[in-house]
């Protein structure tokens, strides 16, 4: 079966700081992946998606970016981080062609 | 692109009662829509979906109906259960090949035990 797993679960960091959030998927092939954010009692905003390793769209311009190196890594970085960076980030996965995704337990990032 | 909206932001139900949760979408050549349930501090889950082709459709105490004339989803729960207090979101595709999905969101809904 597949699964999807996102490291750290909770992350504390100060304004100006790196960040590095990392997302797996095990049990399938050539998934699409997808990093959301979602800020406090809000929807979901889609941030980047890639359909294959080194494919990267991005959806919203920010001080974020995303890698892929391998095929079910999906990487969110930021070289330096913003006060409204805080939200709690989810990555996810789904097969082509389909729409249904599946999601990771997220990432609560508080920048302080 | 399109746009999805949640009816309610919150809603409270007695245990037992039946809740019902709405969501409009806007464009009309929406072919598929997916209801995600998210548990607090986690992420969604994917409770049901439904084509454009279908009107109705049932899971296990679970059912969404499809007005398309209105362009109008919603998702009933049988039944509630304090197990079923999260938020829920409805999620369309943007348009036409594009796997992507955009999210309403969400309404949060509370069983008063």
């Known amino acids: 079966s597949q699964t999807i797993h996102q490291w750290p679960a909770t992350l504390v960091q100060p304004v100006g700081s790196p960040l590095s959030l990392e997302c797996t998927v095990e049990?399938?092939?050539?998934?699409?992946l997808y990093w959301y954010r979602q800020a406090a009692g809000r929807g979901l905003q889609l941030l980047f998606y890639?359909?294959?390793?080194?494919?990267i769209s991005s959806e919203v311009p920010q001080n974020l970016s995303a890698s892929r190196p391998q095929d079910r890594q999906f990487i969110l970085s930021s070289k330096k981080l913003l006060l409204s960076d805080s939200g709690f980030y989810l990555c996810?996965?789904?097969?082509?062609?389909?729409?249904?995704?599946?999601f990771g337990p997220g990432t609560r990032l508080t920048v302080t | 692109g399109e746009s999805v909206g949640l009816h309610l932001p919150t809603l409270s139900v007695q245990e037992g009662d039946n809740s019902i949760i709405n969501c409009a979408y806007s464009?009309?050549?929406?072919?598929?829509f997916i209801w995600y349930k998210q548990e607090s501090g986690k992420g969604p889950q994917f409770i049901i979906d439904i084509r454009s082709n279908m009107d109705k459709r049932q899971g296990q105490r679970v059912t969404v109906l499809l007005n398309k004339t209105v362009k109008h989803l919603s998702l009933q729960i049988a039944a509630t259960q304090p197990g079923d207090s999260a938020v829920y979101f409805c999620a369309v595709p943007p348009g036409a090949g594009s796997y992507q999905l955009t999210f309403g969101k969400g309404t949060k809904l509370s069983v008063i035990p």
């Open positions: 464009n009309s050549a929406s072919d598929y």
């Open positions: 890639s359909v294959g390793i080194g494919q």
């Open positions: 996810a996965w789904s097969v082509g062609p389909t729409y249904e995704q599946y």
């Open positions: 049990g399938t092939s050539n998934p699409n």
